[in-house]
C-alpha cells in the first residue's frame, strides 16, 4: 500500500527511529511501512493517523 509516511515524517524533521519511539513499534517496522513491504494493522494505521492529526486516507493511499 502506498502511503506517505516518509513525506509527513521529513516536515517534522523526524528520523525513522524518532516516529518509532512515538508509535511504540520498531525502526525496522516503520521502514517497512514507508516502503511499501509491512501493510499496518487496522489499530496502528489509527494510531499513525491521530499522531499526524490526519484520516487514515490522507495518509494511506488506493494504488
Known amino acids: ?3 506517505r509516511l516518509k ?3 521529513a516536515e517534522r524533521d523526524w528520523s ?3 516516529l518509532a519511539e512515538r ?3 520498531s525502526r525496522q517496522s516503520v521502514n ?3 516502503t511499501g513491504k509491512y501493510d499496518p ?3 496502528l494505521a489509527f494510531k499513525i493517523a491521530g499522531l499526524f492529526d ?3 486516507e490522507d495518509i ?3 494504488e
Open 1 to 3: 500500500m502506498k502511503n
Open 7 to 9: 513525506v509527513l515524517r
Open 16 to 18: 525513522q527511529a524518532d
Open 23 to 25: 508509535l511504540k513499534v
Open 32 to 34: 517497512a511501512i514507508e
Open 41 to 43: 494493522s487496522l489499530p
Open 54 to 56: 490526519m484520516a487514515i
Open 60 to 62: 494511506f493511499l488506493k
